[in-house]
């Protein structure tokens, strides 16, 4: 078939290539020349496994082109995927500029049938603005071309992107138009061969269900870090707690693990938007606002658990920070807690030396002007005179340390540890002092 990919960012860049992975002809059409720049050359512009030999792949069969030519981009493809950013407005809503704008584009330069969908998460009754935007410049081209619009929502994790392109657990297609249901049944059936797992459903429940599933595993998160403030000051373990819960099959093992609080481009802005979607249509929820207010409070954590051990003015004091994305296998540092940590550790008077394993270009650009803050190449570099070591990201790297090294390289052995990696029974026996998220009946704080 021959593709359209509108947005060449983490989920276009992902869509595009899996899409051409199956023999599709793939055009990726970004706004952002440096972005295509960056493809042509035989590079990418994100960090995720696996992704690079998957283009580079592609390219070389000529099935993946990468281009900021919009006519001819648009004339490329049957099927157009919008997948464009959808960034929160200043009220929390979605702003819809880009895919408004990508739409347009579409209408501008149709000349023939084309199934626009979108890809990216957008509220619901975006596709009838998709739709209204297209026909508005057919009419101002005056002519009468055909189109259906289809929702067709995303539900990769970064860090395992092609994975859960290339073996999704559902595709979820919204759409009235039987002839671009078709379409989109033949260009998903090499994906969901085993089984079927495509949901057809009206376009209004498939925008929804991205907001749904994102806002629902947003919401088991900030449960379980809310519990853990409380197992702390309790003396319980949330560790021990999470287990004795998830094996309950009601509830499951999955997302159920306490933190330094979630972040990334998806959850704190689809949480703000549906509270918004909800708002607009004079529904006041009450789940979703609390869970987006215990994710706020929960990123300060670290920091309180600090100040509570060095003091509220940390001038003088130095501390490794391991791990800076929001999340681990991505170089995603966009709501990341990282940055309010490291923020607040500087706006303290502390000296930091941050490390992550790919996420310190991002990071230095995106932290750049943070008094105090350094960067080294390594994770021991990071230790260096410290006072404690804080991790924040999970990284595999971090989960089996030295901790002999640990404790003769900090000025006393002591971890913070954001992502509960550590036992807290060894850090004991190690001689480390340990503060995990609601570990404290393990001794920690
Ligand atoms: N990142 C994820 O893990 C993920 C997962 C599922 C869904 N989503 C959703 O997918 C959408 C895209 O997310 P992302 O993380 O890939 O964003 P991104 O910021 O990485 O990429 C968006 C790209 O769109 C380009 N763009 C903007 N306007 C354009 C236009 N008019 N024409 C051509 N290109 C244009 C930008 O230059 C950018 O490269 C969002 O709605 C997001 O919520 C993201």
Redesign the pocket.
Known sequence: MKITV?????????TGTCLAEMGNHVVC????AA?IGVLENGGI??HEPGLLEMVSRNRSASRLQFT?D?AAAVNHGTLQFI?????PGEDGS?DL???I??AR?VGRHMTDYKVVID????PVGTADRVRQAIAEELGRRQVGVDFAVVSN??????GA?IEDFMRPDRIVIGADDERAVLLMRALYSPFIRNRDRLLVMDVKSAEFT?YAANAMLATRISFMNELALLADKLGADIELVRKGIGSDPRIGYHFLYAGAGYG???FP??VQALISTAQAAGVALKVLPAVAAANERQKQVLVDKVTARFGADLTGRRFAVWGLSFKPNTD?M?EAPSRVVIAELARRGAAVQAYDPVAMPEAKRVLSGVLGLSFVDQPAEAMRDADALIVVTDWKEFKSPDFDFIKATLKQPVIFDGRNLYEPSLMRALGIEYHGIGRSSNGSG
Not at 153 to 158: G, N, S
């Open positions: 509108i947005g060449t960012g983490y989920v276009g860049l992902v059409l970004d706004a952002d972005k512009p994100i900021t919009v997948g464009v950013g959808t960034p979605a500029r880009h895919v704008e990508a584009n890809k990216s998460t957008v929502p995303e539900f990769l994790k970064e992107a991205k990334g481009s998806c802005k689809d995603d966009r």
